[in-house]
């Protein structure tokens, strides 16, 4: 059955409607005016009416009968030819019938409608003139289980005389109309989303195949727009896909609390010793950060979704020369190189390419979780270093440390990373490993120093040529979606575009 929902013009009327069982196809109302007979069993398209004739074409075959199928929009293009040698009135009339032979008429059942179409040539009813032909157009719409046959006749008089109308065939079937529907996270809806937590994709059909028309459906701030375009050529149905988008998502679930893990501060982050932030990724368990914006990736406009793997990958060190410089570091050239080449194409496509901030600070004893996030994101570097760098893939920052826990067990303003090592801060952590991990950020004092996490769970930093454990970060597209999960260990979000 066809999905009819929102529509650009205007919706045709449907009236429902039944019409008294016909006893005889042959019945003369009067010397005039008839209902269809054949002229003779072998001229099946052969139609005599009140000493008129006339013959049917109807999708280019002889014939009076056409199969509508169930659950299915029908078109009958008839042409009515004139076999008379007088002008006349016809109407185009009909019967349903239940079985081929059409040997019994049956009502309208319930549904079912057979409607005049706009994009037909000539109208249902008026004048032919003698030896000339009429193309009519009907649309027939079957929304029942069951097909039917429709035994197509002519109503016809002289034109001296008034016609006495049938109107079997009164209301419009709209091929130029498009039919909207809106399906989301793959549930037909009867109404579009009242958010935009969702990126949405517009497909069109015409006529029930392929279609010219294209569409394009836009958040204004407080509705979703749709915007249809080259539906010139038919009946089109254009079906508006929404999903949900990760990053959206993770920002509605920003209430500050422990039900939901996320908060805002410094971006939208999942914080707490286990939050439900898991998510599959290359086939392998990975875990959101959080959400951030340009001020700390630079795609502009774009709020985009950060993930840490769960595991390490391995022991490296972050720069096999010690030299504190991570655009020419060789964990970055591993990372965005072999690493990178080795994700399946799926998870490659979700990526970003984006700006890694690094700026970097000097003193450990002093650098609390909100200074580190604004000296990552400053200028402050060791002499000659580059202050941003690009690329798909890095590693977290001390800031994404540090901001992990809840501010009610380590005060971003008063509790240092270096006192991190406390049971209230590591312990309540979920992204402590419990291992020397690398970050991205370079001390800024140093040419060959970088801040680490320490087994202990404090943030102190190491020469560069060490081997500790490498985590791969990255920023997902903002377009990425959610196909399936609840972000739980067991049903981690299952991600897609």
Known sequence: MKIKGFKISRRRAIIY???????????????????????????????????????????????????????????????????????????????????????????????????????????????????????????????????????????????????????????????????????????????????????????????????????????????????ITGADSGKTVCNVYFKTTLNNHIISLADNSSETGVYNENGYRYQGLDPNNYVSFNNETWRIIGVFDDYTHGIAGENLVKIIRADSIGDYAWDSNNINDWNTSSLKAYLNGDYYNSLNPVSQSLIENVTWKLGGYADYNTTTSSLAYTAERGTTVYSGRDTTGTGYIGLMYPSDYGYAVLNTSCSRDTTTLYDYDNDGCYNQNWLYLGSYEWTITPRSSSSNHVWNVLYNGHVRNRYAGYGFVGRPSLYLKSNTTIISGDGTAETPFELGE
């Open 17 to 227: 409607f039944t019409y008294a069982v016909m006893l005889m196809l042959t019945l003369v109302l009067n010397d005039t005016f008839s209902d269809f007979t054949h002229s003779h069993e072998a001229d099946v398209a052969n139609i005599k009416v009140a000493d008129m004739n006339y013959n049917l074409v109807i999708n280019g075959a002889q014939t009076t009968t056409l199969y509508v199928p169930a659950n299915d929009e029908t078109i009958a293009n008839i042409i009515i030819n004139s076999l008379n040698t007088v002008d006349s009135y016809y109407e185009v009339i009909y019967g349903i019938c239940p079985t081929e032979e059409c040997t019994s008429l049956i009502e309208t059942p319930p549904n079912f409608y057979v409607e005049y179409s706009s994009r037909t040539t000539d109208p249902i009813t008026e004048v032919i003139k003698a030896d000339e032909y009429k193309q009519v157009r009907l649309g027939i719409t079957n929304n029942t289980s069951t097909g039917y046959y429709l035994k197509f006749g002519i109503n016809a008089g002289y034109i001296h005389n008034t016609l006495a109308l049938k109107n079997q065939i009164i209301n419009e079937y709209n091929e130029e109309d498009v039919t909207i529907a809106a399906i989301i996270d793959g549930e037909i809806s009867t109404t579009f989303p009242t958010t935009s937590n969702y990126v949405a994709n517009v497909t069109c059909t015409t006529n029930g195949g392929s279609s010219n028309a294209t569409g394009t459906a836009t958040w204004n701030g407080t509705k979703w727009l749709v915007d």
